[in-house]
């Protein structure tokens, strides 16, 4: 089942794996650990950080895998399950100063883009610096809407919020966020 389980639609993993088959649900953790950790990558600290959401996002998912309604793709389930595991640990995490470590993402094999490497760039090391001030519902919807570039339809699916409300949030993260930015100058 190894070299066949690429052509495996996910609804069809999801199903053996209810069926008892945890193969089928490494494969589901193999497809989508990428993604995954790209967007836990963006609120980590260092690589064990990572490690910890990642690996709760996973057995999450396979535990709450009865819930899943299969009315989306399994890919939009499991990225809103990360998405409010990131979100649980910006809550926690908030008053630790800044969230994301260039070094555990070079640890992680994970290359930085400009806008990951504070450190090269003094307007991106105010930007970063500004993100990790913002409440942990205003960095999720700059992270999803800016950063992932995600619509405002979709972040209403994962966020659970209603498209209107996204956009309100959105509104008011980017103006404090420029808030943040201006008092850096």
Not at 25 to 47: I, P
Not at 108 to 125: R, V
Not at 163 to 170: D, F, I, L, T, Y
Request: net charge neutral; with cysteine.
């Amino acid at each position: 089942m190894v070299a066949e389980e690429s052509s495996i639609p996910d609804e069809q993993l999801v199903q053996a794996t209810l069926g008892g088959d945890d193969q089928a649900f490494a494969e589901l953790a193999r497809r989508h650990k990428k993604r995954v950790f790209g967007v836990a990558a963006r609120f980590a600290r260092d690589a064990g950080e990572l490690e910890d959401i990642c690996q709760d996002v996973f057995v999450q998912a396979y535990f709450k895998l009865r819930q899943f309604r299969r009315d989306s793709p399994f890919e939009h389930w499991i990225m809103r399950i990360t998405t409010f595991k990131c979100y649980d640990y910006l809550r926690k995490k908030r008053r630790e100063g800044p969230v994301i470590s260039v070094e555990a993402m070079l640890e992680t094999g994970h290359e930085p883009s400009a806008a990951e490497a504070p450190a090269a760039h003094p307007d991106l090391e105010r930007l970063h610096a500004a993100l990790a001030e913002l409440s942990p519902k205003e960095r999720l919807v700059i992270t999803l809407l800016e950063l992932e570039e995600r619509s405002v339809q979709e972040i209403a699916g994962i966020t659970g919020w209603s498209e209107s409300n996204v956009k309100v949030r959105a509104f008011r993260a980017r103006a404090a966020l420029r808030k943040l930015m201006e008092n850096r100058k």
